[in-house]
């Protein structure tokens, strides 16, 4: 087991028999994800997973195939999540039009249901 500094809440399993880790609520590879506020939180928790790349080289993701802890896909996700959840704070009724522009820049990503979930809420004021 292992608890990311960034995200204590979320717990990561290492099974170094195999080489691997399962990060299933900190990665999601080429799935929209359940946004929240906490984007600079999260950027930070997938940091400490490629940091653990030698110990587990194998991630199992939260949502989609298995990932490397070298190739970053959620960071430039939540990276372009950033500016639109801070453009369009305190407005929760932008949440579809913030979802399909997301669905729009990312468009072979699994689940956009899930950005509809978060996205109420990560906009209320």
């Known amino acids: 087991m292992f608890i990311s500094s960034k995200a204590p809440e979320v717990l990561g399993l ?26 600079d939180n999260w950027i930070g928790a997938v940091g400490d997973v490629e940091k653990r790349g030698a110990v587990a080289p194998f ?6 195939e298995p990932a490397s ?15 639109l959840l801070a453009a369009n704070m305190g407005k929760p009724d ?7 522009e997301l669905a729009k820049a990312f468009p072979t990503y699994q689940q956009p249901a899930l950005l509809t979930l978060g996205l109420s809420p990560a906009l209320q004021s």
């Open 14 to 39: 290492n099974i170094p028999g195999v080489g691997a880790a399962i990060v299933p609520d900190i990665v999601c590879n080429k799935g929209h994800v359940v946004v929240t506020r906490q984007t």
């Open 59 to 64: 991630i199992l993701a939260g949502l989609g």
């Open 69 to 83: 802890p070298t190739e970053p896909a959620p960071v430039g996700y939540l990276e372009a999540v950033r500016p």
């Open 94 to 100: 932008r949440a579809k039009a913030t979802r399909d």
